[in-house]
Antibody
Framework: QVQLVQSGSELKKPGASVKVSCKASGYTFSRYAIIWVRQAPGQGLEWMGWINTNTGNPTYAQGFTGRFVFSLDTSVNTAYVQISNLKAEDTAIYYCARDCSGGGCDDAFDVWGQGTLVTVSS | QSALTQPASVSGSLGQSVILSCTGT?????????VSWYQQHPGKAPKLIIY???KRPSGVSDRFSASQSGITASLIVSGLQADDEAVYYCCSYAGRTTWVFGGGTKLAVL
């Protein structure tokens, strides 16, 4: 079935880096963009940006430029977000999701990963 | 890009109907008829329940309906059930390949 499976929880110290993965299966990976969403503890969803899985071109939302990098490994149908110079305020659940545009819907996110908790603490 | 505005909480009794609102601007909801809605239960990933303003994905109950007019979108949940208790987020395209979520509304079923 169509699914996105994310890597497991991470505990990091301030200043370190983390790379979260999102493995797609059950569909043609290059056909649908992948978005990233952050959810801080007890807070709402925040759209971080997206990556074109055909070209690898990333787009970042305001507030997610500089320390955040989206990437792909198309050989294993996997998208990544790497966060460098981690800060306490980066503590959150990070979700990947599929943009279903071009596949029967527009501008919506129809398949979600289970989320990855990143905790930044000294 | 500022978040879309949603009331923090809404409540309704079992069997009743409730309306959840989502207010944006002329740069997002007012310009694009593609608001989507997501349901999130505690500890779970969000789930798409409405796309393109009013369409339901396969498998989503027809008790969920939605509309949008001007800079406001609305989600109507009819025949409230206990499992409808969750947080609901709206989302809109905001131009230049960016999207924006609302702050979320916690729906309590009494």
């Amino acid at each position: 079935q169509v699914q996105l499976v994310q890597s497991g929880s991470e505990l990091k110290k301030p200043g370190a880096s983390v790379k979260v993965s999102c493995k797609a299966s059950g569909y043609t990976f290059s056909r649908y963009a992948i978005i990233w969403v952050r959810q801080a503890p007890g807070q709402g969803l925040e759209w971080m940006g997206w990556i074109n899985t055909n070209t690898g071109n990333p787009t970042y939302a305001q507030g997610f430029t500089g320390r955040f990098v989206f990437s792909l490994d198309t050989s294993v149908n996997t998208a990544y977000v790497q966060i460098s110079n981690l800060k306490a305020e980066d503590t959150a659940i990070y979700y990947c999701a599929r943009d279903c545009s071009g596949g029967g819907c527009d501008d919506a996110f129809d398949v979600w990963g289970q989320g990855t908790l990143v905790t930044v603490s000294s | 890009q500022s978040a879309l505005t949603q009331p923090a909480s809404v409540s309704g009794s079992l069997g009743q109907s409730v309306i959840l609102s989502c207010t944006g601007t002329s740069g997002d909801i007012g310009s694009y008829k593609t608001v989507s809605w997501y349901q999130q239960h505690p500890g779970k990933a969000p789930k798409l329940i409405i796309y393109e303003g009013s369409k339901r994905p396969s498998g989503v109950s027809d008790r969920f309906s939605a509309s949008q007019s001007g800079i406001t979108a609305s989600l109507i949940v009819s025949g409230l059930q206990a499992d409808d208790e969750a947080v609901y987020y709206c989302c809109s395209y905001a131009g230049r390949t960016t999207w924006v979520f609302g702050g979320g509304t916690k729906l309590a079923v009494l």
